[in-house]
């Protein structure tokens, strides 16, 4: 009688079970944070706070070098009334509004600095692919928030005026208030450029896998709608020449950042 250890044995080769094989390097190196820091939250805070009071002194320096040109600033800023008559209503009011241009222009000027200490201080909590993004945006948003700024001085801003200054010239005469002149085209100015910023929010969300571009046109009538709005919300003034223009420009940056994140393959 044989038992089970008088039987031959024999040895059989086992393989690897590669569809159990798991590697502890399965992320992708795009996901990887390049020079990562770690820092308590009171130190984050701390670099915040710092770099929040840098930019506030890159603004007080730019705002007081534009004080110092600001006769001309508002000369040019006055070139859109074709010829207007302004007049100071009350004690100081022309003071009041040259601090308001050169708070504006000083915002401006210091807007390159101030654009460093956000990206100095996101970039460490940025992955390797969102920092491919980083560039992009930041040229990208520069150059259409002075593209609005121009879009408003040469197109918007003389729209509006030449609606109110032909509207009541036979009835009136155009007499305007400084400050309320230069708060109107400064409230335009600076809503345009931001409204101009609707292109790099699509490419964005395109690039985070956030919105595709078949999603971002299947709402076109919403688009429109909010397009409408947008302008009617942005314009200080309720002539609808002005609001037209800004809902068609906002309207052609919007089909037009679809493009760009139909080109990035979203």
Avoid at 203 to 219: D, E, F, K, R
Wanted: include cysteine; charged fraction near 15%.
């Amino acid at each position: 009688m044989t038992t089970s250890k008088d039987l031959p044995t024999t040895d059989v080769p086992t393989t690897p079970d590669i569809d159990t094989k798991r590697h502890d390097d399965s992320s992708s190196p795009d996901d990887e944070l390049p020079g990562e820091v770690e820092m308590s939250l009171f130190d984050h805070l701390e670099e915040l706070r710092q770099r929040i009071f840098y930019s506030l002194i890159a603004v007080v320096i730019s705002a007081l070098g534009c004080f110092l040109f600001v006769k001309p600033l508002v000369k040019l800023l006055e070139v859109p009334a074709h010829g207007i008559k302004f007049l100071q209503l009350a004690p100081g009011e022309f003071f009041f509004v040259s601090l308001k241009v050169a708070g504006y222009s000083g915002l401006l000027v210091a807007s390159p600095f101030i654009l460093y200490q956000i990206v100095a201080f996101v970039l460490p909590g940025l992955t390797r692919r969102e920092r491919r993004l980083l560039a992009p945006v930041v040229l990208g948003s520069s150059v259409l928030f002075v593209a609005g700024l121009i879009f408003a001085y040469l197109l918007l801003i003389p729209a509006a005026l030449n609606f109110f200054i032909n509207y009541g010239a036979e009835v009136v005469e155009q007499s305007w208030s400084i400050e309320k002149y230069f708060e109107f085209i400064l409230l335009l100015l600076f809503s345009t450029g931001l409204a101009f910023q609707i292109p790099i929010v699509q490419m964005l969300l395109g690039a985070l896998n956030i919105v595709s571009s078949a999603q971002m046109i299947s709402g076109w009538r919403l688009v429109i709608m909010g397009a409408v709005v947008l302008g009617a919300v942005l314009t200080p003034s309720t002539d609808p020449l002005t609001q037209s223009l800004l809902a068609g420009a906002v309207l052609v940056l919007y089909f037009g950042g679809i493009g760009f994140v139909k080109l990035l393959g979203k």
